[in-house]
């Protein structure tokens, strides 16, 4: 069997040198779908093999961003790491990361490595049964392709029914405690919990938003004590019971962000202020989520600060190409909460009018389903518009909720190019263009891109 298994393994090697030789893709799915399909107890046999520390990562928003920067962390400080930080979270993506630590004879060779992982939040709990991580960080719940995942108190329930075993009592969870749909789950935890989190009042948000999750206690009583910092996300507290937001051991606070930076300090400490690239609340909580991890793997803060200000760029996650003397900004936007926090986002810069293209697909990793539009505030950004191109397989469903919003004037283009031509030549010399894109528009769009800018591809950078 050991034979068999080394065989596929080294084809799969092969498979793909093959695809990243050729430009065909960077392999981080098709190899582990043919290990998984000829070996399906991989992952188990990677848990008994692996020596090193496995980390998981899961959440609605943010996964790769914070797989991304914990990953740029730990390898700054000398340790070698195995990661599928271009994405890929299923179990193909996480098989096809394992090949990178395996010689060509399919033999493990990097005994001194760290597996950072990002999961998807669907297959998190049968994940980490066969995986055995050393540590799960828990970032967030939101609504996101409920075509694919139902409602999300279908995925908390599915975490909490496995994190609640005593089988984790050797494994450590990090857990956002702004997120009271986390609470249950790491107040049942078998094993230690460090808690992350925002404590700034002066970005305390009580405004009405119906992209909010009603959260309701354990005793029955709906929560409505909020002190939110975007979303459902912030300090919470039951009215009549005595469940409340864990304190954080690692907050952020003394938050401000200008046209190019966010800035903010860890535990109220000024000598431990970051000064980074990516903007918006969201982008703190990411920062945050791979900091503590980070502390918790006794990586000193000086370092910690010294690798996030050498931080590499995040493909499709703010990441920017220059073309034509035009700074062109990507996004990613896949559902309410997360295209209201990028809409917030840019209006908070003190910026002339906007160029934005808005690019909306609905293919499998998209979600089928694009009624989730209406469930965002467009109609936020439609007064800072100056120029907005739409585009996508579904252009016509988003020209539309524009147009319902407030905004009339825009041009739907659903050829890739001609899109991106038509917002390049209405912007002004000098100025920025943002890409709002969903999974798959971004993945192409980034292509395109990258093919005009000189860039590199995703899996290589």
Known sequence: MNLIKYIILSKAIFLKQLLRFFVLGGGTALPGLFVEK???HILNDIANNFQGKIIVISGTNGKTTVTNTLVNIVSSNGIPVISNNAGSNLHRGIISAYLDALNNFGKFVKNDSMMILEVDEAILASTCKKLKPSIIMLLNLFRDQLDRYGEIDTIRKNWLKEFSLSYYQNTHLIVNTD???LSEISKSFSGEVTYYGIEDSSLENNKVDHTIETCYCNCGIKIDKFARYYGHLGKWKCIVCDNQ???????????QQDNLNLKFDINDRQDQELKLLNLGVFSV???LAAITASLFLNIHFKQIAHALSQEKQIFGRQETFLVKNKTIKLFLVKNPIGLNQVIQTLNTLK???LNILFALNNQIEDGIDVSWIYDADIEMIVSGLKNLVISGDRADDLALRFTLGGRKEFI???NLKNSIDFIIDLSAE?????LLLTYSAMMKYRKYLVKISGGKPFWAN
């Open 245 to 255: 937001r864990t304190k954080p051991q690692i907050y952020a606070s003394n938050i």
């Open 412 to 414: 739907v283009e659903k």
């Open 430 to 434: 000098d100025s920025e263009i943002y």
């Open 285 to 287: 909580y990411n920062y």
């Open 179 to 181: 997120d009271y749909l």
């Open 38 to 40: 000829f070996v399906p």
């Open 351 to 353: 910026k002339k009018k």
